[in-house]
């Protein structure tokens, strides 16, 4: 499907700037912008072209808003018609979605989120989903963000860069749930390794988010004649499979990585191209698709799903064509279908015919509410 992505924020900006420096060219990237009231954040942008960022609010002085989500909600309520504006360079009509990446737990972006979701919703047909990325604990609790040498001495000296982060992301989830057709949170906590601070970390998770978003809405997306699924996935699938009530979703990823299949020719030699379809063991393609489908349902999604149960599921198995067993991806259905307790499992496949990985994306929709975002919410309870 296509897909307009608007990254809000730093955070947001320096994903839309990654998805574009990984996918330049690809056609599922129908569009993408970068907005901020931060002029030092967009400039450290390497992708994105001059056009397609874009600093607003100059009551903001240029700088960032330190976390102040009320001043952030009055400017983005004057701002969002300016912002679609903004985005008319980039075709927006001929997006199937738009896609909206932020942190829930900063100023601008978390700010200016729920308000260009609105507006949209009103100017195209076309649902509008948050990626939503979760502070971590340590940006809020004054211990977690001091030195190892922690005491009230080291927590004064060395403070939370955001001491409000955990509440600005419990309105803005609120806020995106009422106005985005679903949102599809990404625990940094839980993708932080021991020990990793999160400026260490912020290529790493950034690439996981961009590596997520664009396996889910680029699948079976190509100009490939040979690259056409047998079972297409399209806009509406992702629309069934999430719902449009602001629900939770969670996107699993996994791949593996495979040889090229061997293909003969008929004059013995491979010489001449090959007049026979290329062959895999079809043991091989069984255990690939089944380990992907298995890590990416119960390996490390971008938020946990408690219990592994969910109302709705996608599942969407790719790679190089001959390695697409049909009979392994409708066993790994039924084996979703069990795992989620859910009948309602959509599917599709994303042949590559040039690639050398299998890989399997899973979304889970109508899900309990996982502990983090749970966390996050009682902030302001």
Known sequence: MRVHVVGLGGAGGRIADRLAADHEGDRFLQGVNAFDTDAAALDALDVLDESQRYRFGDAAGGDGLDGDLHAARRLGDAHASELTRVMDDESPSFAEAFVLVVGVGGGAGAGVAPALATELSRLYEAPVYAVALLPARAESSPGEAAPARAGAAAADEHPPERPLAE?????????????????????????????????????????????????????????????????????????????????????????????????????????????????????????????????????????????????????????????????????????????????????????????????????????????????????IR
């Not at 680029?218 to 629309?239: C, F, H, I, N, Y």
């Not at 049909?326 to 015919?353: C, F, N, Q, Y």
């Open 167 to 379: 509440k600005n992301a419990a309105r803005t989830l609120d806020a995106l749930s009422e106005r985005c057709a679903a949102v599809f949170p990404f625990d940094t906590d839980d993708w932080l390794r021991p020990g990793e601070s999160l400026a260490d970390a912020r290529d790493r998770l950034n690439g996981a988010v961009a590596e997520r978003t664009a396996a889910l809405f680029g699948a079976g997306e190509t100009d490939d004649a040979e690259s056409t699924p047998q079972q297409v996935l399209d806009a509406s699938d992702v629309a069934r499979a999430v719902g449009d009530d602001g629900e939770i979703a969670a996107i699993g990823h996994a791949t593996q990585t495979v040889e090229a299949p061997s293909s003969t020719s008929r004059f013995g030699l491979g010489l001449f191209g090959s007049n026979e379809p290329a062959e895999v063991d079809t043991g091989a393609a069984v255990s690939a698709i089944e380990t992907v489908i298995r890590k990416a349902t119960r390996g490390k999604s971008t938020v946990d799903v408690p219990g592994g149960r969910a109302d709705r599921a996608l599942l969407v198995v790719g790679g190089p064509p001959a390695w697409l067993n049909r009979k392994a991806v409708a066993d790994g259905r039924r084996w979703l279908a069990e795992e989620t307790g859910s009948d309602a499992i959509l599917s599709g496949d994303a042949p590559v015919p040039d690639g050398d990985t299998v890989f399997a994306v899973v979304v889970r929709s109508g899900i309990d509410e996982p502990e983090r975002v749970r966390e996050i919410r009682d902030s």
